[in-house]
């Protein structure tokens, strides 16, 4: 099994590559430059390792079985479940294992819905909506952290109300302080964009949000792989993450609360492993993390992403950051110095981001830009990266995303930008 590498203060991306057995891949006959990892990261060695290890040696269901390997497994699972809260300095109790950010999400829509049906009793009161409650979210929204909340309006006959953004991408905090009144029961909105690539200002939407007695959702997808990650410290009460983004396994999730907020919401999916007591008529429920978790659970997704954030957390988060700011300042500078790109999300300097950049191509459709890219071995998002109405709201439908993770060289940087200046010029664009 390979070993995590040693904390330092900078991060070394060519030596990391070694541990990264996909980035030897070629492509035809170009070496690969993956750009792609705000889509999906790649995975160490100690990653992959760890979850054939459990299969090889562990694999049992967990929390029930009296033998040896039930015993063994069960521990491994808990084991990655402290692994992973403490990445983001929550106790274990706080987090929930889903299969993703987007089951997260709809976890806690559903659990709101059946508040409002009057199930979770008195605890669970203070979640319930009722016609003309009000659910605000932001214009830069994933699908994810939108549709869920769409429905849950649609269910309660709550009003789904948004923030808007101003032109340069940035969230339009008059806007939020307009929208968030007393009405307002819940707010939820990205740590980071996964379009622009901008920390969004928490502080001063949970201080909105609490000033309004609402309940505050953080889609931290795009941030905790980039930055130390504190979910306590930014207040939040309800928080989730993604596996396949933060160099872990697909089909893995946090979903993070704090402890009161969990203590009273009531579950979502139903079933085994999540009951204390089951009649024919009615079951009493587990608490926390556990309410949570019906069914049987992704244990091997689970140990593989507490090997991640063991790997990230001993290149240390600050160190990470450092170096992406570094690749995101080349990576916007260089972008914005190629005739005919459009920047999105230009915001002015002194906005923290992370090493993401979105643009447009004067006269090159995105997908054209993705082919040209992918035929010299580089790998980007094409499409509306989920994110429709904040594209509709930049005059756009499309645009074409590149994103860096740890393993990301200024020479991969470099590349993009030099096959992205020639992209106007090989479809006789702006001819
Ligand atoms: N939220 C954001 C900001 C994302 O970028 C993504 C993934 O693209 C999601 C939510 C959905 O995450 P998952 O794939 O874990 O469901």
Redesign the pocket.
Known sequence: MTTAPPRSATLDPETLRGDFPILATRVGDSPLVYLDS??TAQRPQSVIDAEVSFLTSANSAVHRGAHTLAAEATELFEDARAAVAGFVHAAPEQLVWTS????GLNLVAYAIGNASLGRGGEAARRFALAAGDELVVTESE?H??LIPWQELAARTGARLRHITVHDDGTIDLEAAAAVIGERTRLVAF?HVS?VLGIVNPVAELVALAKAAGALTVL?A??SAPHLPLDLPALDVDLAVF????MLGPNAI?GFYGRADVLEALPPFLTGGSMITTVTLDEAEYLPPPQRFEAGTQPVSQAIGLAAAVRYLDALGMDAVQAHETLLERRLRDGLRSVPGIRLLGDAPEGIDRVALAAFDVDGVHAHDVGQFLDARGIAVRVGHH?AQPLHRRLGLTASVRASASVYTTVADIDEFLDAVSGVRAYFGAGR
């Not at 993703?100 to 089951?103: F, K, L, N, V």
């Open positions: 705000a889509a993703g950010a987007t089951a994933h994810a952290n990205p996964n889609d997808c795009q993604s596996g396949h983004k999730g989920c």
